[in-house]
DNA sequence: AGCTTCGCCTGCTTGC
DNA sequence: TGCAAGCAGGCGAAGC
């Protein structure tokens, strides 16, 4: 299964970037209301608008316009997909949502079988307000990170996801991070910002290795040993619970954190003070 | 304001 | 074998 978290949007955000650079929207269309975010204006302003470029703010994908004309900006959600078709007549295709043919035929066709994703249209200046996402673990520094945790009770699990505070990692991420940064998933946000440079530093590991695979996150069917199968990206402790730390030996546990699975190792992970 | 919980939604897995 | 329940989770809304 793939999971849009940072390294599968910027894969997909670099695979449309150079087809899609410099061409005009011919023609675009939602099918589905309610995948509109709020405050989101009709898909089909984009018409005879040119896409300047595509970028990644966080896990969302930026379509810029140009001239000044309303912005795309689409969220994959967990199970959404853009898929680039070259013309011809639409496949007929189960949970196609949206299409923008581009002049000369190109076709941009948004694909998600669970509808968690989302599109916005809107004018530029709008784009913070509305998307509200922070910035990501390669734009953010130490000091920072720490600052944003400062003083916070919840349990950085969950601070970590929130995509304002930091953005891009989900729980496939988080979990990651926080193993290779040594701290409990349960640790305060105050307590955890002593630590704000580890975490910032695994964070960038794992998801810079997750893009040079491609950013490609299959999740095999965990076997009962919790041995990997043919994962796209070695996962510590993610979906293994039961298994061996990769580290210590120590049972890998699995508890939920604001309605969150979440896997740590209860050996390498402490609390701090 | 910060923190937590819930609802959305479909496909796959598990259990009876 | 077939069916239903359980689970997965990003995000926004709602409740405290």
């Not at 040079?212 to 293994?240: E, P």
Request: charged share 25%; proline share 6%; hydrophobic share 40%.
């Amino acid at each position: 299964m793939r999971m849009p978290e940072l390294p599968e949007v910027e894969n997909v955000v670099r695979g449309l970037a150079g087809p899609l650079s410099g061409r005009t929207v011919a023609s675009a269309r939602l099918s589905r209301r309610d995948l509109y975010r709020t405050g989101s204006l009709s898909l089909s302003r984009l018409n005879g608008s040119k896409i300047a470029g595509v970028e990644r703010i966080g896990k969302a994908i930026l379509f810029r316009t140009s001239p000044p004309s309303p912005v795309l900006v689409v969220h994959l959600g967990m199970t959404g997909n853009l898929l680039l078709s070259d013309g011809g007549r639409p496949l007929r295709r189960q949970h196609r949502h949206a299409v923008m043919t581009m002049d000369g035929g190109l076709r941009l066709e948004y694909v998600d079988p669970r509808r968690f994703g989302f599109l916005w249209v809107g004018v530029a200046d709008d784009l913070g307000r509305s998307l509200n996402i922070g910035p990501d673990p390669f734009q953010l520094t130490a000091p920072e990170l720490g600052r944003r945790l400062a003083g916070r009770k919840a349990p950085v699990k969950s601070l970590l996801l929130d995509q304002r505070l930091i953005s891009g990692l989900g729980n496939i991420y988080v979990d990651e991070t926080l193993f290779r940064a040594s701290i409990h998933p349960l640790s305060p946000g105050g307590v955890a910002a002593a630590s704000a440079s580890e975490m910032l530093r695994e964070a960038r590991r794992v998801l810079r290795r997750a893009i040079r695979h491609g950013g490609t996150t299959i999740r095999d069917f965990r076997k009962a040993d919790g041995s990997a199968g043919a994962f796209g990206q070695r996962l510590a402790v993610y979906g293994r619970e039961g298994a061996p730390c990769p580290l210590c030996r120590a049972v890998i546990r699995r508890i939920v954190i604001g309605a969150r699975s979440t896997h740590f190792c209860p050996n390498c992970q402490r609390m701090g003070r």
